[in-house]
Protein backbone atom coordinates (compact mmCIF):
# COMPACT_ATOMS: atom_id res chain seq x y z
CA UNK A 1 0.00 0.00 0.00
CA UNK A 2 1.16 3.45 -0.71
CA UNK A 3 0.04 6.42 1.01
CA UNK A 4 0.76 9.98 -1.61
CA UNK A 5 -0.29 13.55 -0.30
CA UNK A 6 -0.79 15.73 -2.43
CA UNK A 7 -0.58 19.69 -1.12
CA UNK A 8 -1.08 23.16 -2.80
CA UNK A 9 -2.67 26.92 -2.39
CA UNK A 10 -6.65 26.66 -3.60
CA UNK A 11 -6.26 26.66 -7.70
CA UNK A 12 -2.87 24.66 -7.77
CA UNK A 13 -5.02 22.16 -9.48
CA UNK A 14 -4.56 19.09 -6.45
CA UNK A 15 -8.42 17.68 -7.66
CA UNK A 16 -7.22 17.67 -11.31
CA UNK A 17 -4.29 15.82 -10.88
CA UNK A 18 -5.09 13.52 -7.87
CA UNK A 19 -7.95 11.71 -10.18
CA UNK A 20 -5.76 10.94 -12.65
CA UNK A 21 -2.87 9.81 -10.38
CA UNK A 22 -5.44 7.79 -8.58
CA UNK A 23 -6.69 6.33 -11.77
CA UNK A 24 -3.21 5.46 -13.07
CA UNK A 25 -1.42 4.00 -9.49
CA UNK A 26 -5.30 2.38 -8.20
CA UNK A 27 -5.66 4.72 -5.76
CA UNK A 28 -8.65 5.84 -3.41
CA UNK A 29 -9.05 9.28 -4.12
CA UNK A 30 -9.36 11.14 -0.98
CA UNK A 31 -10.63 14.56 -0.70
CA UNK A 32 -12.04 16.14 2.57
CA UNK A 33 -13.21 19.04 0.18
CA UNK A 34 -15.12 16.64 -2.13
CA UNK A 35 -16.91 15.21 1.11
CA UNK A 36 -17.77 18.01 2.42
CA UNK A 37 -19.45 19.60 -0.29
CA UNK A 38 -21.45 16.48 -0.39
CA UNK A 39 -22.63 16.66 3.07
CA UNK A 40 -23.71 20.80 2.01
CA UNK A 41 -25.49 19.13 -1.10
CA UNK A 42 -27.35 16.89 0.86
CA UNK A 43 -28.05 19.33 3.39
CA UNK A 44 -27.03 17.09 5.97
CA UNK A 45 -26.60 18.20 9.72
CA UNK A 46 -23.03 18.33 9.68
CA UNK A 47 -23.26 20.17 6.19
CA UNK A 48 -25.01 22.94 7.45
CA UNK A 49 -22.85 23.24 10.04
CA UNK A 50 -20.34 23.66 7.70
CA UNK A 51 -21.45 25.82 5.19
CA UNK A 52 -20.61 29.17 6.72
CA UNK A 53 -16.77 28.11 7.25
CA UNK A 54 -16.61 26.86 3.78
CA UNK A 55 -17.91 30.12 2.80
CA UNK A 56 -15.48 31.81 4.76
CA UNK A 57 -13.02 30.01 3.22
CA UNK A 58 -11.64 28.76 6.97
CA UNK A 59 -11.10 25.33 7.79
CA UNK A 60 -13.55 23.17 9.34
CA UNK A 61 -12.85 21.65 12.59
CA UNK A 62 -10.39 19.24 12.69
CA UNK A 63 -11.98 16.53 14.25
CA UNK A 64 -14.48 16.48 11.43
CA UNK A 65 -12.22 16.06 8.81
CA UNK A 66 -10.21 13.44 10.71
CA UNK A 67 -13.59 11.15 11.46
CA UNK A 68 -14.51 11.52 7.73
CA UNK A 69 -11.00 10.41 6.42
CA UNK A 70 -10.57 7.64 9.09
CA UNK A 71 -13.96 6.10 8.18
CA UNK A 72 -13.16 5.88 4.27
CA UNK A 73 -9.57 4.47 5.17
CA UNK A 74 -11.15 1.58 7.03
CA UNK A 75 -13.90 0.56 4.25
CA UNK A 76 -11.58 0.00 1.46
CA UNK A 77 -10.50 -2.93 -0.44
CA UNK A 78 -9.02 -3.49 -3.89
CA UNK A 79 -6.99 -0.31 -3.90
CA UNK A 80 -3.12 -0.01 -3.45
CA UNK A 81 -2.84 2.98 -1.66
CA UNK A 82 -4.68 6.12 -0.91
CA UNK A 83 -4.00 10.01 -2.77
CA UNK A 84 -5.23 12.46 0.37
CA UNK A 85 -6.16 15.06 -1.59
CA UNK A 86 -6.79 18.66 0.77
CA UNK A 87 -5.89 16.77 3.90
CA UNK A 88 -3.94 17.52 6.02
CA UNK A 89 -4.44 20.75 6.56
CA UNK A 90 -2.96 21.16 10.05
CA UNK A 91 -0.14 19.66 12.10
CA UNK A 92 -3.08 18.39 14.28
CA UNK A 93 -4.41 16.59 11.49
CA UNK A 94 -1.37 15.16 10.02
CA UNK A 95 -0.45 14.04 13.28
CA UNK A 96 -3.45 12.28 13.76
CA UNK A 97 -3.14 10.84 9.67
CA UNK A 98 0.08 9.55 11.11
CA UNK A 99 -1.23 7.68 14.37
CA UNK A 100 -4.20 6.39 11.76
CA UNK A 101 -1.82 4.52 9.35
CA UNK A 102 0.75 3.80 11.87
CA UNK A 103 -2.12 1.79 13.53
CA UNK A 104 -3.09 -0.09 9.97
CA UNK A 105 0.47 -0.69 9.62
CA UNK A 106 1.01 1.76 7.26
CA UNK A 107 2.96 5.25 6.99
CA UNK A 108 2.90 8.57 4.41
CA UNK A 109 4.58 8.01 1.57
CA UNK A 110 4.92 10.63 -0.66
CA UNK A 111 4.13 14.58 -0.04
CA UNK A 112 3.64 15.89 -3.66
CA UNK A 113 3.52 19.60 -3.11
CA UNK A 114 2.30 21.89 -6.15
CA UNK A 115 3.74 25.38 -6.59
CA UNK A 116 1.83 28.47 -8.30
CA UNK A 117 2.55 31.64 -7.93
CA UNK A 118 -0.33 34.09 -6.10
CA UNK A 119 -1.64 35.58 -9.37
CA UNK A 120 -1.82 32.30 -11.39
CA UNK A 121 -3.92 30.85 -8.65
CA UNK A 122 -6.44 33.65 -8.84
CA UNK A 123 -6.73 33.78 -12.46
CA UNK A 124 -7.63 30.15 -12.26
CA UNK A 125 -10.09 30.34 -9.30
CA UNK A 126 -11.70 33.26 -11.21
CA UNK A 127 -12.09 30.91 -14.13
CA UNK A 128 -13.11 28.38 -12.19
CA UNK A 129 -16.25 30.14 -10.07
CA UNK A 130 -17.56 30.49 -13.87
CA UNK A 131 -18.43 26.53 -13.60
CA UNK A 132 -17.90 25.01 -10.31
CA UNK A 133 -21.42 26.94 -8.86
CA UNK A 134 -18.83 27.11 -5.46
CA UNK A 135 -19.60 29.74 -2.92
CA UNK A 136 -16.15 29.79 -1.76
CA UNK A 137 -14.86 30.68 -5.41
CA UNK A 138 -16.79 33.59 -6.30
CA UNK A 139 -15.40 35.89 -4.23
CA UNK A 140 -12.08 37.59 -4.33
CA UNK A 141 -11.55 37.89 -0.63
CA UNK A 142 -12.63 34.56 0.06
CA UNK A 143 -10.31 33.38 -2.28
CA UNK A 144 -7.10 35.13 -1.00
CA UNK A 145 -8.00 34.38 2.50
CA UNK A 146 -7.74 30.53 1.66
CA UNK A 147 -4.57 31.04 0.14
CA UNK A 148 -3.44 33.00 3.24
CA UNK A 149 -4.37 30.04 5.81
CA UNK A 150 -2.71 27.97 3.33
CA UNK A 151 0.26 29.54 4.35
CA UNK A 152 -0.62 29.64 7.87
CA UNK A 153 -1.80 26.33 9.05
CA UNK A 154 -0.89 23.90 5.80
CA UNK A 155 2.28 24.79 5.29
CA UNK A 156 4.16 24.31 8.71
CA UNK A 157 3.01 20.17 7.63
CA UNK A 158 4.96 20.98 4.79
CA UNK A 159 8.09 21.95 6.25
CA UNK A 160 7.47 18.66 8.45
CA UNK A 161 7.25 16.44 5.07
CA UNK A 162 10.68 18.62 4.07
CA UNK A 163 12.14 17.63 7.34
CA UNK A 164 11.33 13.77 7.08
CA UNK A 165 12.82 13.81 3.31
CA UNK A 166 9.23 12.78 1.75
CA UNK A 167 8.01 15.85 0.17
CA UNK A 168 8.98 16.87 -3.13
CA UNK A 169 7.69 20.70 -4.98
CA UNK A 170 6.56 20.17 -8.27
CA UNK A 171 6.18 22.92 -10.79
CA UNK A 172 3.03 23.46 -11.16
CA UNK A 173 2.62 25.61 -14.41
CA UNK A 174 1.94 24.63 -17.51
CA UNK A 175 -0.10 21.92 -19.12
CA UNK A 176 -2.27 19.37 -16.93
CA UNK A 177 -0.31 16.34 -18.78
CA UNK A 178 2.95 18.18 -18.03
CA UNK A 179 2.06 18.48 -14.54
CA UNK A 180 0.99 15.32 -14.51
CA UNK A 181 4.20 13.83 -15.94
CA UNK A 182 5.96 15.80 -13.14
CA UNK A 183 4.10 14.09 -10.74
CA UNK A 184 4.05 10.83 -12.07
CA UNK A 185 8.17 10.77 -11.81
CA UNK A 186 7.73 11.40 -8.27
CA UNK A 187 5.16 8.56 -7.65
CA UNK A 188 7.31 6.26 -9.58
CA UNK A 189 10.04 6.45 -7.43
CA UNK A 190 7.85 5.36 -4.28
CA UNK A 191 5.62 2.55 -6.66
P1 LIG B 1 -11.01 22.21 -0.94
O1 LIG B 1 -11.99 21.67 -1.93
O2 LIG B 1 -9.98 21.21 -0.55
O3 LIG B 1 -10.42 23.51 -1.38
O4 LIG B 1 -11.83 22.52 0.40
C1 LIG B 1 -12.90 23.44 0.42
C2 LIG B 1 -13.16 23.88 1.85
O5 LIG B 1 -13.53 22.75 2.65
C3 LIG B 1 -11.97 24.49 2.57
O6 LIG B 1 -11.81 25.87 2.30
C4 LIG B 1 -12.36 24.23 4.03
O7 LIG B 1 -13.36 25.12 4.46
C5 LIG B 1 -12.97 22.85 3.96
N1 LIG B 1 -11.94 21.78 4.11
C6 LIG B 1 -11.58 20.86 3.17
N2 LIG B 1 -10.64 20.03 3.65
C7 LIG B 1 -10.38 20.44 4.90
C8 LIG B 1 -9.47 20.02 5.91
N3 LIG B 1 -8.63 18.98 5.72
N4 LIG B 1 -9.49 20.67 7.10
C9 LIG B 1 -10.32 21.69 7.32
N5 LIG B 1 -11.18 22.17 6.41
C10 LIG B 1 -11.23 21.55 5.20
Do not use: W
Not at 58 to 84: H, S
Amino acid sequence: MINVLIFGPPGSGKGTQSVTLAEKYNLLHLSTGDMLRAELAAETALGKKMEAIMAAGELVPDDVVIEMIARKIDCTTGKDGFIFDGFPRTVQQAEALQKMLEARSMKIDLMLVLEVNDAELMNRMKKRALVSGRADDADEAVINNRIDVYRAKTEPVIEYGRQAGISRQVDGVGSIGDIFERLCNHLETVV
